[in-house]
């Protein structure tokens, strides 16, 4: 059964009716948790995670489990027609935004630009508009509600502990113009104050420097464990295993013992914020 285009469902609500049809397709090929997990070449864990709709299978694990149960790609299918005027997100960012809103931790780091998780309206509006020059008014607008709606878990009440580190120069970067910038900087200043939020930048003239390969964002999901993600242009990969997730761990803690103080951070986005008005 495909559920209507219309239906607008929040992300945990789609992954649990994509796990109870993959309970459903299972049990009708006469399938146990564990064989199927042999088949795919997954743990029996991951396999009850789906069906719980803990956890949402990636394309290539909704092919597989297609191919396996003999569906004929509806579970595929399915996804695609629960995510359809679902939010507004690009398909291959909901696992992550998914993701974020049950971690009980996020640490990320963000070596060109505010965080999205950070971002005003106008800022991620320019990003936006910078880095998808072919998009539609309408489309960047989805793109800034998208990130406003992430926001929310700053300020939930059950809300995840955040850390933040970005490069200094991400703070002068007039993205949008010096006026928006200046709101950026009050927003950082303002979000600095929340209880759950650590901001740390790491100043220009660091001789140490742990973050080449890139932007990337650490996870802890209560009943799934650690999560890596290296974000790129075009989309962000989950990492679970232990090797690739201990190695992000390990860049973070390299990049927060360089980087300033929270207290210093905002001090020198204060500093650049009078500098912005000069």
Not at 2 to 21: H, I, K, P, T
Not at 29 to 38: D, E, F
Not at 197 to 208: G, R
Not at 251 to 275: C, N
């Amino acid at each position: 059964m495909l559920y209507s285009a219309a239906m607008v469902l929040n992300d945990g609500e789609r992954r649990r009716r994509v796990g109870r049809e993959i309970r459903r397709r299972r049990e009708r090929a006469g399938l146990t948790q564990a064989q199927l997990a042999r088949i795919l070449a997954r743990a029996q864990t991951t396999v009850s995670a789906y069906e719980k709709g803990t956890r949402l299978p990636n394309v290539d694990d909704l092919s597989s489990l297609d191919q396996a149960l003999s569906t004929g790609g509806a579970l595929a299918d399915l996804w695609q027609s629960l995510s359809k005027d679902g939010g507004d997100y690009a398909s291959w960012f909901r696992d992550l935004v998914s993701v974020e809103a049950d971690a009980s931790e996020v640490r990320e780091y963000q070596p060109l630009a505010i965080p999205g998780l950070l971002q005003t309206p106008g800022y991620a509006r320019a990003q936006i508009r910078t880095g998808r020059p072919g998009e539609t008014p309408a489309e960047i607008e989805e793109g800034v509600r998208g990130r406003e709606q992430r926001q929310k878990i700053l300020r939930a009440e059950r809300g995840p502990v955040v850390s933040m580190i970005v490069e200094e120069h991400v703070l002068r970067r007039p993205i949008g113009g010096s006026e928006t910038l200046k709101a950026q900087l009050d927003h950082l200043l303002e979000a600095a104050e929340l209880p759950r939020l650590t901001l740390q930048a790491v100043p220009m003239n660091s001789e140490q420097h742990y973050g080449m390969d890139g932007a990337f964002i650490l996870f802890k999901v209560p009943g799934r464990g650690q999560i890596a993600y290296r974000e790129t242009r075009l989309d962000a990969s989950p990492r679970e295993d232990l090797e690739a997730v201990e190695e992000y761990m390990s860049v973070f803690g390299s990049l927060s013992a360089y980087a300033l103080t929270p207290s210093h951070t905002r001090q020198l986005i204060e500093r650049i914020r009078r500098d912005v008005d000069d």
